[in-house]
């Protein structure tokens, strides 16, 4: 499976993804553009309420190609984050309050570059987070020693598993995506992750498998905590339930199955104020590979930067102005906004 | 083509209030309450929605607790098995009715 981008997709292009959205949304629903609806929330225009967490995306380079990705990532895409990025990046970090920082992709283990970067974020004192695919880990065999690695240095790992069965699992992320994640998670396990008592947190991620909103993550949680003991002797410590949200290979799908117009329409209705206050943008900034600030990973992916335009490169870091910025919203933003919300951190309401 | 069920029609269940609010009201109270965390888990629930659904027949149901128990993780295997649980209670509410059959032949016959 290639990637949008490698297909030359009409999706690969970000302005088509967002008239597609608008005009699902107004035209085709009748329901209200998202900004209205934060508007009639009294968060219009959304601003941030702190600068806590510097997520960076250190390229598109995976070695998966799954069905829903927001990145359109995969083994052919080559945009990664250079050594020089990277150390604007630290500079920032140097002389921000940011304590963590979120690392994610594609697969940001496979810059060349990923060990350096989390050392040298660990040096600065910062809590690292990095969201591994699983399988990276057992993809080749100079990545078995992520697991010490990550150990080494206590990263915070949150991994994706979109279900405790392979079925599930592996038509979103491919065929035997399950099994080497369970390998993966065992590595993980062996050297203190997600075991009590060692501070090693290992959290997994659960995004439904499909064109439907994701359960009560503290059910989901317990569901997973007994099958991936019982049938795998699998420990972890959290589990966030995160909403689809319809841009970039996971619109595809909804435009292709026929989903596209039921979904949304589930999103715009189930919207909750509560869930709104606490977006994860309010909070964070996301970097991309070639060192532009957005919002957050999903603004980034459309292309849509921080409304901030003297800053909008983490050459031009400056926390004061960025905190001053008004949040870039769209119709997509409904998906963080749905149910109990989501965000990186699972459930927000 | 017109059909007497129109999908879009699920979604108008809560505008049964315009023609009798109080009892529409009651219901929906009393619905929200049945399905929340008991003693079974709203997970649990569903499913037995599910299988209730397809034992009444109702399209509306079917859809419903098809998306809902989808939302509660709950896996093909366990849907089907809930059905097939539903199936062979009716099945067997058939079945058992032969023993009066057999009663009655057996009544009859020399």
């Known amino acids: ?53 510097f997520q960076v995306n250190l390229g598109k380079m995976c070695n998966q190609v799954c069905k829903h990705c927001h990145v359109d990532a995969g083994p052919d895409r080559k945009e990664i984050m250079t050594r020089e990025t990277m150390e604007e990046c630290l500079r920032a970090l140097a002389v921000s309050d940011m304590n963590t920082v979120d690392m994610t992709g594609g697969a940001p283990e496979m810059n060349p570059h990923f060990r350096w970067f989390v050392e040298e974020c660990r040096a600065l004192g910062k809590h690292v987070i990095v969201r591994c695919n699983l399988t990276i880990i057992v993809a080749n065999p100079k990545y078995h020693d992520l697991p010490e690695f990550y150990r080494k240095h206590n990263v915070e790992v949150v991994s994706s598993l979109p279900f405790y069965n392979a079925d599930k699992t592996d038509r979103q992320r491919g065929t035997g995506v399950f099994k080497d994640s369970v390998r993966a998670l065992k590595m993980l396990n062996e ?141 997509h933003c409904y998906g963080c906004t749905a149910g109990a919300g989501s965000s990186c951190g699972g459930a927000t309401a | 083509m017109e059909t007497y069920y129109d999908p879009k029609d699920l979604k108008k269940f809560g505008k049964i209030g315009e023609f009798q609010k109080p009892l529409a009201d009651k219901f929906f109270a009393y619905y929200g309450e049945v399905f929340a965390e008991g003693a079974l888990t709203a997970r649990e629930k569903s499913l037995i929605a599910l299988a209730v659904a397809h034992t009444v027949q109702c399209p509306y149901c079917i859809d419903a607790y098809s998306v809902d128990t989808l939302e509660k993780g709950c896996t093909e295997e366990e849907m089907m098995e809930a059905i097939h649980v539903a199936a062979a209670i009716r099945g067997g509410a058939s079945l058992v009715h032969g023993v009066q059959m057999m009663n009655k032949v057996k009544e009859l016959s020399m």
């Open chain 1, 191 to 331: 050297v203190g992750y997600g075991q009590e008592g060692t501070g090693l947190m290992l959290n997994l991620v659960y995004n439904p498998s499909g064109a439907f909103l994701p359960a009560s993550q503290e059910s989901l949680k317990r569901q997973f905590k007994r099958a991936l003991k019982n049938e795998f002797d699998i420990e972890f410590n959290d589990l966030y339930a995160i909403t689809n949200i319809p841009i970039s290979r996971y619109l595809d799908y909804l435009i292709s199955s026929g989903n596209f117009e039921g979904y949304m329409e589930k999103l715009v209705n189930s919207f909750n104020p509560v869930a709104a206050q606490g977006v994860m943008c309010r909070n964070t900034l996301s970097v991309s590979w070639d060192g532009y600030l957005f919002d957050c990973d999903f603004n980034q992916m459309l292309e849509l930067p921080v409304a901030s335009p003297a800053h909008q490169h983490i050459r031009d870091f400056d926390a004061q102005a960025l905190m001053e910025r008004e949040i870039v919203l769209n119709q």
């Open chain 1, 1 to 53: 499976m290639k990637s949008l981008h490698a297909l030359h997709h009409k999706l690969s292009d970000t302005d088509t993804q967002i008239e597609i959205l608008e005009q699902g949304v107004e035209q085709k629903l009748g329901l209200p553009l998202f900004q209205k609806k934060m508007d009639d929330a009294g968060l219009f225009p959304l601003k941030p309420t702190s600068l806590d967490i």
